[in-house]
């Protein structure tokens, strides 16, 4: 059964810094990767999607990267903003293409 | 949310009740699902369909059924609301290995 885990659950950092979301999964056998965000109350937004074949994808600001054969990803955020503030979920999708599995989250505050 | 509504947003229940979440989507995705999200346990899936009249178990399917009887439209039915059933439910749909789009969410809570 795939397993995702997502260190560290939660971070706050200064406006303005660079960070870096982790993302671990059990099962190397994946079809694509998935970042989303989630604002408190809504429902999940997509940022990222990485194939399997990809090693990274980027959108503005933000940068993930795969390492399909380490179970790895990461989600770069280049000068957080207190507008970032959010949680962020990553969730692999099996080689049958259909299913994701959710990591539980990092919860991303971002100060002023 | 790329045409996603769910509805209602909100429900109060009893337990032993039947309830039913509906999901729409308007833009004709093939692959539609239901997850519920808890504190602690993140998302996760309670059914799944691949096409009208095509659906499949999650890990949490135990206590819901679903039905999709149009492509736009995809039906969670508890069928005797349980405490343990009070949570927030999201609905999503994608195209084959695609992104997932998500709705609003429901919460609903069991009494």
């Known amino acids: 059964k795939q397993e995702v885990t997502q260190i560290p659950a939660a971070l706050s950092v200064p406006e303005g810094e660079n960070l870096v979301l982790n993302c671990s999964f059990t099962d190397s056998a994946i079809y694509n990767l998935q970042w989303f965000r989630q604002d408190p109350g809504k429902g999940l937004t997509s940022l990222l999607l990485?194939?399997?074949?990809?090693r990274e994808q980027t959108s503005g600001r933000l940068n993930a990267s795969l390492d399909k054969s380490s179970g790895r990803s990461t989600l770069y955020i280049a000068a957080s903003q207190p507008g970032d503030s959010a949680t962020y979920l990553c969730?692999?999708?099996?080689?049958?293409?259909?299913?994701?599995?959710f990591g539980t989250g990092t919860r991303l505050a971002v100060r002023p | 949310d790329a045409g996603i509504t769910q509805s209602p947003r909100h429900k109060v229940t009893e337990t032993g009740t039947p309830v039913t979440l509906r999901c729409h989507q308007t833009?004709?995705?093939?692959?539609m699902y239901w997850y519920r999200q808890d504190p602690g346990h993140g998302l996760r899936l309670i059914h799944y369909s691949y096409g009208v009249k095509d659906t499949d178990k999650g890990e949490v399917s135990d206590g819901y059924s679903v039905s999709r009887s149009k492509t736009e439209d995809f039906l969670l039915t508890l069928e005797s609301a349980t405490s343990s059933q009070t949570s927030v439910y999201f609905c999503a749909a994608a195209g084959v290995a695609d992104t997932q789009y998500f709705g609003p969410g429901t919460r609903l809570t069991v009494l």
């Open positions: 833009e004709n995705h093939r692959y």
């Open positions: 969730a692999v999708i099996g080689s049958s293409g259909d299913k994701l599995t």
């Open positions: 990485i194939q399997s074949s990809q």
